[in-house]
């Protein structure tokens, strides 16, 4: 909880459109129709009608579904009160008819005893947990081993399982009496709970996952009740995940005060929340919004705030109240009677939940004792006294659901369905949380490639294990638990960071850091189980039988191709050596991805004279490029681009097969032929070698004032000014504006949480920069060098769908300036007008519209990895390696955020600035795409057209997950040998997927019932799948050498396509979490998936001895 606010705010029309017409729209269920179960991709005439337009702006749409925006009613019933962001839609109203409530129809009030630990925030989540945390879950232990009828929830697994590993057996079976009796109730139940903004749904199911197999491997228990009540924004993807996971409701709190009014005044505060793709609402999840702006008690009794501080004091032991008082209890319980009484005129059914706690509330013997007594004196005052018609319970959250589904059904009331999410966030006037999105970015970019790297490691540990019981019958080798430790340890930081102070950047300085070195400590721990993953799984043909046995878990065979010098550090590739001592080094690569991909490699070189072979001894098509060292300006000199004489980019293409582990030579060779390199240097003079004019043709010292440049391939000529500033794409023959150009926010009010610019975006001075261009045959690109951001422009000349993006490399800087916030603009001539697409959570697109009259601030929304624009003519597609926030603030143009540094706290809990910036790359790709075909009428109804095109999605795949690199160590200290050949690994008979089916993730699950000693490897093994919605009216014909392009294929998947003969036939379906069995199904069978949903098998390995 943050703290509160009591200014009165007049509710603004402006405010009110924002946070209304973001959500929602009410689904006309008369109106639903069945998914298909086939679909088509666009391959000529397949599925396609031609498009017709008269122009850019002009051209069809397809209809949308029938829906009512609420929009209009709640602006009436809203601009003429005022607000202080306590948005009870009854406060302070005292006027109701005591006849409402009857005996028959009474209020049941169901007092829900609860702990909200966030895990890091102003202490780390040791620190936290030893302070605090440990004394909340010992007490509850003491006291409900001893009190059978009272209740407690815990959300936040994370700490749960510090605690557990403290206990002895004794305490620990106390703990699963009290899960077993329903005493103990578990809700939510993730590692952590989550941020909704910036989180990968990858990484939001990975903490999932992890909560949910704990629970599942000590309790047998799973939670059936989402308990989402302080991320700053929720998201639908996520209640869409929630409910494949088998939650049957879920509570929220964080959501615009001016909406959350007007859901309490028309009684809509519990609703099925509803994905925009499913017409049938079988992804509905029941929904309750808490009415209070918080989650403590001290606002959630009831909509008089005074009051209800009062009472969360006593109740929580920190005023004393005997309860002897007999006329201060009659007191405290009239007022709650009418305080739950005027609380449950917001809701259809007279069930009013009322949460008993707050942030690490239950933490003294006093509220367990005292406080607790005092509660219970007040609830046995109001049941004994009949004529209050009310009934209060201390209980659980299930209780309370039950409950509530009961009454409707008896009722026969059925609650509305909303679709939407609840972004942008704001608590009172115009305090828009949309700075979050992009504090602490670095840390951000960080999460993302441990995402990444985890995914590695998860899939070659996966395959490793696989294989060695395919040849072996077994698992038992003392290097496979090590391994799989590392891995648990990974996944648990990777969970640990999604919390909503944690991935948000909103904590104190020193947590941070925290973050930052067990993040960096789980990328080590990542790329060494797959470096030993790979080094098995390229040498078990070769294995005795004993070599196995003599793997150590210190065991280095490769190491990774670049790394990190610290925590706070970029990455550095590392430096191969090649002379006529040193002739050869092996380059070895991983493709996490199920599905081809035809890539640039590059691999920093001591020498330009050298060749690439693949592992059959054919040459490879490769080149040199410059090694550019940019030397900022001082006071004794100007800036200087170095370029280097001793370290080389070689570059060379990788054509990689389906999770292909796969070799290359580099080969020290004095008769390479010159690549005919060029490379320009604009507004400085180049610093180099003369021998370096032997492989490259160098100009420098020219003056690009007046000057226009340009690189280009096969698909796309970009041209660029005198500043170095993208102006124009040339794209197959078409003329398309395009400038991309960097802006800056001033502000004097933002903070880590909000984003309160002072006036509009001012362009940052560019002045003629230095500007390097370099044109290969393989890659060219353009660097111009600028205040506070040095950008790199790619082009790649490869045969893959690469060639078909401009790929954008930012360096950024703003340590030393002063309340900065700097965005990146891209502005076209599409004429977008209003509206615009941003993605939630890397899983789907919503569609959002330019408010006129609302700020900048709220007109910003969270971009997890993707955001566009379109026309019927054109669509523009930003493709981001790492989140942040983003909007659209004219016809044309995308903007987004990339860095902040905020000179002040505001006031949101966190008491601090947000100054600890650090430099860091942030890495996008563009992508114009024109649209080729409509679809014909009976694919209209399965066509997901907010969607990414298909090549978009794969595009983004390979931004995420790019190859892995290893290289050899400079000494091998292990006892095991190889084979001496060069390392590389398929898996037998496995190819191509679907194009529109995507493996997410792959999970590796131990058996750890107490992790008291390392966790044993299963065997077997999980795969989680998404069947991506995409728009089909953009040509994806490019991809037929990346996967499955047949049109019959579309959406139907054969899990032995992917593992080949590693798995037996049977295996199950499961829920997302891994953990409830659905159906039976058998790997060599035609899955059918529905577009947009996620599917979960559980695979058993097989063996070639049995």
Known sequence: MRRKYLWSILCSFSVCIIALVALICVIALATAQDHKKESAFIKSSQGCVPLTYNGRGSGNTTADLDTLILKDEAIDSSTSDRDDGNSYGSRADKNYDGLEWSQGNQVKVFLVPHSHNDAGWLKTFEVYYKTITKNILDNMLEHMSNDEEMRFTWAEIAFFDLWWKDLESPKRALVKKLVAKKQL????????????????????????????????????????????????????????????????????????????????????????????????????????????????????????????????????????VSTSETAKIQQRSLSLVDQVRQKSRNFVTKNVLVPIGGDFKWDTYTSWNQGLKYLRSVVDYINAREHF???????????????????????????????????????????????????????????????????????????????????????????????????????????????????????????????????????????????????????????????????????????????????????????????????????????????????????????????????????????????????????????????????????????????????????????????????????????????LLDHFEISSGINSKGKEFTIQNQNFNLQFNENGTLNTVIQHGEEIPLNLTFFKYSTYSSGVYLFIPNSEATPIVLSQPVIVIVEGQLESYLRAYYDTVHQKITLQNIQGIESNAIQVELLIDVREKYNYELIMRLETDIKSEDKFYTDSNGFQMLKRRYFYNVPVQGNYYPVASSAYIEDPNLRMTLLAGQPGGASSLASGQIEIMIDRIVNQDDYRGVGQDGTDNLRVISKFKILLETPSCEPTDALKNINVRESLSLEAHHQLHALLYPLNIFVQPESQNSEVGSSGEMPSYRIENNRNIPCDIHLAGLFPLPKDEDMSSVPEARHETSLLFHRVGFDRRFDSSQLGNTCDLRYSKAGRLKVQDILGPLIMSRMERTSLNLVHEEEIAYSEDEFVMKPMEMYAFRTHFNSDRV
Not at 194 to 217: C, F, K
């Open 389 to 691: 018609k009310t009934e209060l319970r201390i209980t659980t959250l299930d209780d309370y659901f039950n409950a509530v589904a009961e009454d409707l059904k008896n009722s026969q009331l059925t609650p509305k369905s909303l679709a939407g999410d609840f972004f942008t966030y704001a608590d009172r006037n115009d305090d828009y949380w949309s700075g979050y999105f992009t504090s602490r970015i670095y840390h951000k970019v960080t999460e993302r490639q441990l995402l990444a790297k985890l995914r590695a490691a998860q899939l070659t540990f996966a395959l490793m294990t696989a294989e060695v019981y395919r040849k072996r019958v077994t698992l038992s080798f003392k290097f496979i638990p090590a391994l799989l430790e590392q891995l648990v340890e990974s996944r648990r930081t990777l969970s640990l960071f999604q919390h909503h102070d944690g991935i948000t950047g909103t904590s104190k300085d020193h947590v941070v850091l925290d973050y930052a070195r067990k993040m960096d400590a789980a990328l080590k721990k990542s790329m060494f189980v797959t470096q030993q993953s790979l080094f098995v799984l390229s040498n078990l043909e070769s294995f005795g039988e004993n070599q196995l046995e003599i793997i150590s878990k210190h065991d280095v065979f490769f190491e990774p191709g670049s790394y990190k010098q610290s925590y706070r550090d970029l990455w550095t590739q590392k430096l191969l050596y090649l002379d006529e001592i040193r002739p050869e080094q092996t380059v070895t690569v991983f493709n996490s991805l199920a599905e081809s991909r035809m890539e640039v490699v590059h691999v920093n070189v001591s020498s330009p004279n050298v060749k690439v072979f693949d592992s059959n001894g054919n040459e490879v098509v490769s080149e040199i490029l410059p090694m550019i060292n940019y030397v900022k300006a001082t006071r004794y000199h100007q800036p200087r681009v170095e370029i280097q004489s001793n370290q080389f980019d070689l570059v060379f293409w990788a054509q990689m097969e389906p999770l292909e582990i796969k070799s290359f030579k580099i080969q020290y060779s004095q008769n390479r032929a010159n690549d005919q390199v060029k490379v320009k240097v604009m507004n400085s003079e180049a610093v180099f070698d003369g021998n």
């Open 185 to 320: 109730e578990f809700i939510g139940g993730g590692w952590v709970m989550p941020d909704e903004a910036s989180t990968h749904y990858v990484s939001y199911l990975t903490q999932m996952i992890e909560g949910h197999q704990w629970l599942q491997e000590r309790f047998n228990y799973t939670p059936n009740r989402g308990w989402t009540i302080d991320p700053f924004g929720l998201s639908p993807t996520y209640a869409y995940l929630q409910k494949r996971a088998g939650m049957e409701s879920s509570t929220i709190t964080r959501i615009h005060y001016s909406m959350k009014k007007y859901f309490a005044k028309e009684k809509i505060l519990e609703f099925n929340w509803r994905q925009n793709w499913d017409l049938k609402g079988e992804s509905d999840l029941f929904t309750h919004i808490m009415p209070s702006p918080t989650y403590d008690t001290a606002d959630t009794c009831g909509p008089d705030h005074d009051f209800c501080v009062q009472f969360s004091r006593e109740i929580a032991g920190e005023e004393v």
